[in-house]
């Protein structure tokens, strides 16, 4: 149940009922908005609907406040206390007693508590990760990887049926570019070397690759296994055992990531199966494009680009962002209505180009589909100095360096600490610090202390108990059940802002409230109700700290 819900309904109904006595008579009511005061000791929520029907009412707003205030008292049995503040700001604390009857709420929903049907059971995709598959992933496709996998979580949370999808870049430029590498390789030839492939890749896992290859190795990507011919001349044979080798290796990378996907989709059958062809043709049928200088030219002005973009250059090949039109006709006509694509910052300048050839296709595509989420960079810090190489990878550090290094959890933490539009400095050795200071230690610390606690309570046949919840009186108790309910509005705000940082943020001011708790009072102490009430409501903190990390992929300790 998210409170301001049940406030809002509650607000609404007393609206009514005033008009019903005559005390309003506005013909319409406003939407009622239900905030949190920026300062506690004005009351628990807050609405400023007295001030939006004033006008209405013809009357002051503190005297329609007056109105709403008396029938609320009347009406609703949850109020301790109602205040009018300022120009008419109806203040609400709410009693203790409906706090602390919340908390068996919270413990009878157990894994499920902060979830919703929001989503009805509505299709969504979501695109994220989708590296080219021309070396390791880096730490910006792991950051990618974090909130892709996250936001899956938090749309499974709210009721969507979700389905996860990694493109695989896997024909153009880049691809005969590693191709050429790796033959590179197994001819004996290094880079600087004058006939070194102009931008090959110089990685030590290119090495790795010409071994491997000319060892006759096989790997399996896909479900389909790839055995090396051996053959050097093979330049053919060389990228789809490159290819193959390197999905497999960020399948693994993946797999130790917590990250796994309902479906593969690769560019090359976009040309295989004539995809992108068609989806051309498609555009050119619906009198969108127009040639110029041996070009096809898309009329994107058409759809609110700045200026018209290249389709098929003069020499037969299509720019960049047609595969991407094809690609997304796919996803729509496989009945995803809708699409979310989590990607990092550099694709901003697609985003225009590839919705005005989705609506250039005609097709009932609507606008602003499909959605985006864009990340920005990552910085690795270690020592006090920026981390830029990784001994294998060479000119950039792995996801997979990270997770051997600070753990899973960290990683997957500290990359969802700040918002996703924000650049990230990832400090290793603050990931891999064992104190207070580091945040993912700090709230698995506070789900790890609770199990503890109930560990020690066991041993003197101690438990939770509910009938004693009218015990918890103290401001710490009461801002911790506070805090606890609101997890399932903000686990709903998470899911429809894109921001997994809202978890982090919160489970980091949970765990703070916690710790507060326990430096204050004895939760084991003398008095055996009250003990047992404590140990009720860290029952339900427990809960909310293991939920939460459920939804980021980080585990939730019971030893530290």
Not at 80 to 85: P, Q, R, S, T
């Amino acid at each position: 149940m998210i409170v301001k819900e049940l406030l809002r309904k509650k607000l609404k109904a007393a609206l009514e009922e005033c008009r019903a006595a005559g005390t309003l008579v506005s013909a319409e009511f406003p939407p009622v908005v239900i905030e949190i005061p920026a300062d506690p000791a004005h009351g628990d929520f807050a609405t400023n609907v007295a001030m939006q029907l004033a006008r209405s009412e013809k009357k002051a707003p503190r005297v329609v406040a007056a109105v709403i205030c008396d029938q609320l008292a009347a009406s609703v049995d949850i109020f301790e206390k109602l205040d009018i503040a300022g120009p008419g700001f109806i203040n609400f604390r709410l009693k203790p007693g409906f706090w602390q009857g919340l908390i068996s709420g919270m413990l009878s929903a157990g894994d499920s508590y902060g979830h919703s049907a929001t989503g009805a059971g509505r299709k969504v995709q979501v695109e994220f990760v989708s590296a080219n598959p021309t070396g390791p992933l880096h730490i910006g496709h792991g950051r990618g990887a974090a909130i892709g996998d996250t936001l899956c979580r938090l749309f499974a949370a709210t009721g969507w049926d979700v389905s996860r999808e990694f493109y695989y870049n896997d024909a153009g430029q880049q691809i005969a570019n590693l191709a050429r590498s790796v033959q590179s390789r197994c001819l004996g030839i290094e880079p600087g070397d004058p006939t070194w492939p102009e931008d090959g890749y110089q990685g030590e896992y290119i090495v790795e690759l010409a071994r491997a290859y000319l060892a006759g190795e096989s790997v399996t990507a896909d479900g389909k296994v790839v055995t090396a011919s051996k053959d050097p001349q093979d330049l053919d044979g060389i990228r789809c055992f490159a290819v193959a080798a390197l999905r497999r290796e960020q399948d693994l990378d993946l797999q130790a990531f917590d990250v796994s996907f309902d479906n593969y989709f690769l560019e090359s059958s976009l040309y295989s199966d004539g995809l992108v062809e068609s989806a051309v043709q498609r555009i050119i049928a619906k009198g969108h494009t127009y040639e110029q200088d041996g070009a096809l030219w898309l009329k994107t002005t058409d759809f609110g680009d700045d200026k018209d973009r290249v389709m098929r250059k003069s020499d037969g090949g299509y720019t960049y962002f047609v595969p991407d039109v094809a690609y997304h006709l796919n996803k729509w006509e496989r009945g995803f209505v809708r699409v979310v694509n989590e990607q990092g910052a550099d694709h901003h300048s697609t985003i225009t180009r590839v919705r005005a050839g989705l609506q250039a296709l005609d097709a009932g595509i609507p606008l602003g589909w499909p959605e985006y989420l864009l990340h920005q960079m990552v910085t690795v810090m270690r020592g006090g100095e920026e981390v830029k190489i990784s001994k294998r990878a060479g000119s950039y550090v792995t996801l997979r360096d990270l997770i051997d290094e600070v753990g899973r959890d960290a990683t997957r933490y500290f990359f969802l600490m700040r918002k996703p539009d924000s650049q990230l400095v990832f400090d290793i050795d603050l990931a891999k610090d064992q104190s207070s200071d580091n945040p993912v230690y700090y709230v698995q610390y506070a789900h790890a202390r609770i199990c503890r606690i109930f560990e020690s309570a066991a041993e003197g046949n101690l438990s939770a108990a509910a009938d004693q919840a009218a015990l918890l009186v103290t401001v710490e108790e009461l801002d911790i059940i506070r805090k606890c309910a609101a997890f399932p509005e903000m686990v709903e705000a998470a899911a429809v802002n894109f921001e997994p940082h809202r978890i982090t943020t919160f489970l980091h001011e949970l765990a703070a409230l916690l710790h507060c708790f326990y430096n204050r009072h004895r939760v084991l102490g003398d008095d055996r109700n009250l003990t047992e009430a404590r140990l009720y409501l860290l029952a339900a903190v427990r809960q909310v700290i293991a939920n939460g990390l459920a939804l980021l992929g980080v585990s939730a300790p019971e030893r530290m």
